[in-house]
């Protein structure tokens, strides 16, 4: 079965470079979301979008941004690059389930970024 | 913010052990998804739960959705080396957005042959 596809899988970047991740959800889920985990931390949710519109916003910092297009992928933005910055970023994504209920998140194998 | 206890934090058994680990919760979930997550992978999804007292198995893996809505266990029976890694427990607020899922810190699971 297909599942979430993530580009690239590692990235290194200077300070204050900019860097874009990319998400391909599983075919007909209709949610996308976004976590960032540091080393020995659990996963941080960033920013999330149903149908193609921000659905919520997590500890996601202003230098981010995101968005999901037609074909359902979704891309983060990632500005004015800081060292603390250094994390794996998963992208999952999920069918809401009737009621509305969040449903099963199913996370892509992440994109590690390293600035230096 | 909702915060997730998840404990213990390590486990370091033997082969052949049973393993319980449990999270809990300052208020009430609407859904409980445990994962395993290796190093530098995603995180696995391995078992969903949506309703207070439901109790599902995996294979060796059995989780429980409290009756309060605020806790949920994973056991692992008869435990293998493959089995070790970081088990997450995660939660979902239904009051809150779609998106709002919270994780646990994670349980890191050793296990010796």
């Known amino acids: 079965a297909a599942g979430v596809i993530q580009s690239p899988r590692h990235l290194i970047k200077e300070k204050r470079e900019t860097a874009t991740l990319k998400c391909y959800p599983i075919?007909?889920?209709?949610?996308v979301y976004w976590y960032q985990q540091g080393p020995g931390q659990d996963p941080q949710f960033l920013i999330s979008?149903?149908?193609?519109?921000?659905?919520d916003k997590g500890s996601i910092p202003d230098r981010f941004s995101a968005q999901q297009f037609s074909d359902y992928h979704s891309e983060l933005n990632m500005s004015s690059l800081e060292l603390g910055d250094s994390a794996l970023y998963f992208c999952?994504?999920?069918?809401?389930?009737?009621?509305?209920?969040?449903?099963?998140?199913?996370f892509g194998e992440g994109s590690r970024l390293t600035v230096l | 913010g909702q915060q997730l206890n998840q404990s213990p934090q390590s486990m370091f058994i033997q082969e052949g052990e049973d393993v319980s680990m449990n999270c809990t919760s300052s208020s009430i979930f609407n859904t409980w998804l445990w994962y395993k997550q290796d190093p530098g992978e995603g995180p696995v999804l391995l078992i969903a739960l949506y309703k207070a007292g439901e109790l599902t198995s995996n294979g060796r893996l059995t989780a429980q959705f409290g009756i309060t809505r605020k806790d949920s266990f994973l056991n692992i029976s008869a435990s293998i080396p493959s089995d070790v890694g970081i088990y997450f427990c995660a939660g979902h607020d239904y009051g809150g957005s779609q998106g709002n899922l919270i994780f646990g810190k994670g349980t890191k699971l050793s296990v010796k042959p």
């Open positions: 979008f149903y149908e193609k519109m921000q659905s």
């Open positions: 075919p007909r889920h209709d949610t």
């Open positions: 999952a994504s999920s069918l809401v389930r009737v009621g509305g209920n969040i449903g099963e998140l199913f």
